[in-house]
């Protein structure tokens, strides 16, 4: 995870949408520079051309939001493709994805709900006990990250 600078939120989708997102984090430097730019400059020119079309028209003012949204749709929609290629060129991130998808996320279920905690015990030995004691907060109810 800290290779890829993802978060634990970030592994809770499909193995799929996983293996894009670590493509579009290891896509090439000059791709993703490229993209990046593209994305910046179509703001740019379309924030001149909504200033204009509002000193032409105000009721244009929609149409140009809508078609700068668009824009960006597309332009994402090929940041995601460019992505996939990644990944079919890269199996070692469709391996890495995998691995980090089972292992929090197994069969797309909270761990704690499909892991026992057994498990854990086995793996790291008595010393675990203390460490979740002095981890866990129990004025929080919700779910907790603990890192072993």
Known sequence: ??????????????????????????????????????????????????????????????????????MNYQLNKLRTKAASAEVRRNEVLARHAA??????FPDKTLQERLIGAVYFLARQGRELLPTLVEAAQVDCPDHQVIHL
């Open 1 to 70: 995870m800290t290779k890829y600078h993802l978060s634990i939120t970030d592994t809770f989708q499909s193995t799929e949408d996983l293996k894009r997102e670590l493509a579009k984090r290891v896509m090439p430097p000059k791709l993703q520079a490229a993209l990046d730019d593209a994305a910046q400059s179509l703001e740019v020119a379309m924030a001149r051309v909504k200033a204009s079309l509002a000193a032409l028209d105000p009721t244009l003012d929609d149409a140009a939001r809508r078609s700068t949204a668009k």
């Open 99 to 104: 691995q980090i998808g089972s292992a929090l």
